[in-house]
């Protein structure tokens, strides 16, 4: 056997135990190697199913990539952890790192084959926000020139330009309101009128804080971003990344529609984080599969990617982000940040992800190859939460298999409908139809509260779940409630599925499933009237 040919038998090798690790059989006292050996080869042969990328952070390439021993501690620890691509970060925090050493950086790592691209993030650029740290005011003019000439910084260096979750503003100040007030955005010498009027009757005259901001933040990544770097460099791609708070976008000019047409790639963050973190808690695993499938479905092929970071979390919940970006479709993770992935809670994360690549690559080569069915959960886009903030995570918690979406779910055979959706002009009309067609509709009871008067809801086929103004309740919903509810919403996909609280379940056309237990506990489920067990933080997979 010649030297290809072994590697193709390794590679083959390390792929079908990796199957094996998410299958039925899968015991939980199998035990995994402490680190597969064969990552990096893998690494490389599975990069167009799916790649694992890190950031390097301006003032990290600075502290790491300034030297040769630490460029070639960096680069090792890429082949360690599956890592192909690496981004260079031009500016962070006021912070822009120097020319050379990223000239050099990038060379350096492109000469052992791991892919190089630039980030820019927009943390201390200019005028500060009357609201969060770091943040800028885009109205003030020499603000404006900064980003454009950070961007053009970065477009001379980098033909790929990531840019991290601070493109946004929640500024108030005198002159934010002005404008606000004038409905007009002014960029440079040019001038946009803004849309909307204020609708809450309690601001003064003038369009609404998200609708200035939206236009704001759309034409100035048009002026001052895209086409900045553009001028220096055509080949430059400029990527939009979402942050996870999906729910508030639009309060702080993150437009996903706009946005995503105007950027060339897209960008999801998934850190959910542990759930009982003091500091950093409160999202349940499954948002980082919603948010991932529901901005997916908005970019397309836009959509690149996922990214996840070690900060609050343990090494099972560091493991789920990663599980739930997968799941969710992203042909790419990216591990933020490479600096802090050294300290703290990091190298624990990375032990334990390193330990899980081999069947991420296997269970992401399967996602990618199938469509995912299930219950249709509608979240137009800019659409206002009220009291049912990010209420998707706690449904798909429950055990509900979620297919997000942005646009009426007119064809679906069920219905997950919130008060999201009162976004939708037509809302009453289209979910008459959706109902008078005798499909299961689960509807919020702030959702049925505003529709009282408007559509029928005392059908056989609707249920109302009891929200109560408080999604993280769902947690805490009761066995029966539970029980009832899926076999209600199930019943249209011809499945049954009987589990206890945070048991998640994938579904695909195929008839395959995953099905991921988030509890401490191990959990035996009923799929189809069949028992199934699951370790406790862990999945099954079946694949037809
Ligand atoms: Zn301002």
């Known amino acids: 056997m010649n030297s290809s040919a072994i590697r193709a038998v390794v590679i083959l090798l390390v792929a079908s135990l990796a199957a094996g690790y998410c299958g039925l059989l899968r ?15 893998l690494a490389k042969s599975k990069q167009a199913v799916h790649r694992f990328s890190t950031l390097i952070s301006a003032q990290q390439v600075r502290d790491h990539l300034s030297t040769e021993k630490g460029i070639d501690a960096a680069i090792d620890w890429c082949k360690k952890t599956a890592v192909s691509k690496v981004y260079i970060e031009v500016f962070r925090d006021g912070y822009q790192a120097k020319r050379e050493a990223l000239a050099h950086a990038k060379e350096r790592f492109r000469a052992v084959g791991i892919e190089v691209s630039g980030c820019v993030t927009t943390t201390e650029v200019g005028k500060r926000s009357t609201g969060w740290r770091g943040i800028a005011c885009y109205t003030d003019p020499k603000t404006q020139e900064r980003v454009q000439e950070i961007f053009e910084y970065a477009a001379g260096l980098f033909d790929e330009i990531m840019i991290d979750d601070f493109w946004f503003t929640d500024c108030t100040c005198a002159d934010c309101d002005a404008a606000r007030r004038s409905k007009t955005v002014t960029i440079g010498q040019k001038t946009y009128p803004v849309a909307g009027d204020s609708r809450t009757g309690i601001l003064p005259v003038g369009s609404t804080w998200e609708d200035y901001r939206c236009e704001l933040m759309v034409r100035l990544s048009q002026d001052r971003v895209l086409g900045a770097a553009k001028r220096v460099n055509p080949r430059a791609k400029l990527i939009v990344k979402y942050p996870q708070w999906y729910d508030r976008f639009h309060e702080r000019g993150y437009e996903v529609l706009r946005e995503t047409a105007d950027f060339d790639r897209t960008w999801v963050g998934t850190e959910t984080r542990d759930y009982t973190d003091r500091q950093w ?42 599980r739930q970006t997968v799941l969710g479709g992203a042909r790419e993770s990216l591990l933020f940040c490479y600096g802090s992935l050294l300290s703290q809670t990091g190298p624990k994360n990375v032990a334990a992800l390193r330990k899980e690549i081999p069947e991420l690559f296997a269970v992401a080569e399967q996602v990618r190859r199938r469509q995912i069915v299930g219950i249709a959960a509608y979240k137009p886009a800019n659409s206002h939460p009220a009291s049912e903030p990010r209420v998707f995570d706690f449904v798909g918690m429950m055990g509900l298999p979620l297919v997000p979406c942005h646009e009426f779910p007119a064809d679906a055979k069920a219905g997950f409908f919130s008060i999201h959706a009162l976004k939708e002009a037509d809302l009453a009309k289209r979910l008459s139809v959706f109902i008078a067609a005798g499909k299961p509709v689960l509807v919020t009871d702030g959702l049925a509260q505003k529709l009282t008067d408007k559509v029928d809801l005392k059908r056989p ?78 999945w099954v997979c079946h694949w037809q």
Request: charged content about 25%; hydrophobic content about 35%; some cysteine.
């Open 281 to 322: 808690g409160g999202t349940p695993q499954y948002e980082a599969y919603f948010i991932m499938r529901w901005l997916g479905g908005i970019g397309g092929q836009k959509c690149g990617g996922g990214w996840y970071d070690p900060y609050g979390t343990t090494e099972h919940t560091y493991v789920e982000q990663a």
């Open 461 to 538: 086929n609707v249920r109302v779940l009891p929200v109560k103004g408080d999604p993280k309740r769902l947690l805490g919903l009761a066995q029966g409630e539970l029980d009832a509810t899926r076999a209600f919403a199930l019943r249209a996909l011809g499945r049954s599925f009987r589990a206890p609280n945070r048991v998640a379940i994938y579904l695909y056309e195929d008839g395959s499933w995953v099905v991921e237990n988030f509890n401490d506990d191990p959990v035996t489920v009923e799929l189809d009237d069949k028992p199934l067990s699951v370790p406790s933080r862990a």
């Open 27 to 41: 015991a939980q006292d199998q035990p995994k190697p402490a680190e597969p050996a064969g990552l990096w080869d």
